[in-house]
């Protein structure tokens, strides 16, 4: 069976402070990660996905698979990176975690 | 281009009532997925179609609960006798394959009071 966990609902963070934003996964097969964001207001997107190893708005997440974590991580917050964020799950389908809303403090 | 679109995007019924919510994927997108999304949970998996037919519907919660993809295009969720543990929003997303980026629509915030 497919799982994720997103153990923090809520992540309140200073600007210009580091993030990291936790997700851990269970999956028996070859799993597919990604990180998906919900701005206020707008439709669910994706931000970033294991594979393609980019670095989008400054967020990187590195897959762990002895740990099965995909934590996503910034240097550096910005106030406009509040937002909802979703660890997703690809495998037989693709399912996501609870949600971490992070709120950047001035 | 047109992205995902999801009609109704509001959807007031009472208890008891059948409701259909229709979702037009981007055009060429194979894969369609169905969500529900709870305030304060994340989207939760019903049902996924892979062309016409459903690859994986082990999401959906009872037997009031029904999808068709009748062309490997639009799609239609249906829910019969609705109760008011049903209201959520119900999301739409599409993508080219498999595991691949996922496209989401706005949503249909479904009441049922």
């Known amino acids: 069976a497919q799982r994720v966990t997103q153990p923090e609902k809520l992540l309140s963070v200073f600007k210009g402070a580091p993030v990291e934003l936790k997700c851990n996964y269970s999956y028996s097969g070859s799993p597919e990660l990604f990180w998906y964001v919900q701005y206020s207001r707008q439709r669910l997107q994706l931000l970033l996905r294991?594979?393609s190893r980019e670095s989008i708005k400054g967020f990187t997440a590195d897959l762990n698979k002895g740990e099965t974590s995909f934590h996503l991580k910034k240097p550096f917050a910005q106030e406009e990176d509040s937002a909802m964020y979703y660890c997703a799950l690809g495998g037989d389908k693709i399912i996501f975690g609870k949600g971490t809303r992070l709120h950047i403090l001035p | 281009g047109a992205g995902v679109s999801q009609t109704p995007s509001n959807k007031v019924t009472e208890k008891g009532k059948y409701v259909e919510l229709r979702c037009d994927p981007i055009?060429?997108?194979?894969?369609l997925y169905w969500y529900r999304q709870s305030l304060g949970q994340g989207p939760e998996f019903l049902i996924y179609f892979q062309g016409t037919g459903a690859a994986d519907d082990s999401g959906l919660p009872n037997d009031r609960f029904f999808a068709v993809r009748p062309e490997g295009s639009v799609s239609t969720l249906k829910i019969q006798r609705t109760e008011r543990g049903d209201s959520a929003v119900y999301l739409c997303?599409?993508?080219?394959?498999?595991?691949?980026?996922?496209?989401f629509g706005q949503g249909t915030r479904l009441t049922v009071v």
């Open positions: 294991h594979i």
């Open positions: 055009s060429g997108h194979t894969a």
């Open positions: 997303a599409s993508s080219a394959a498999l595991n691949t980026e996922a496209f």
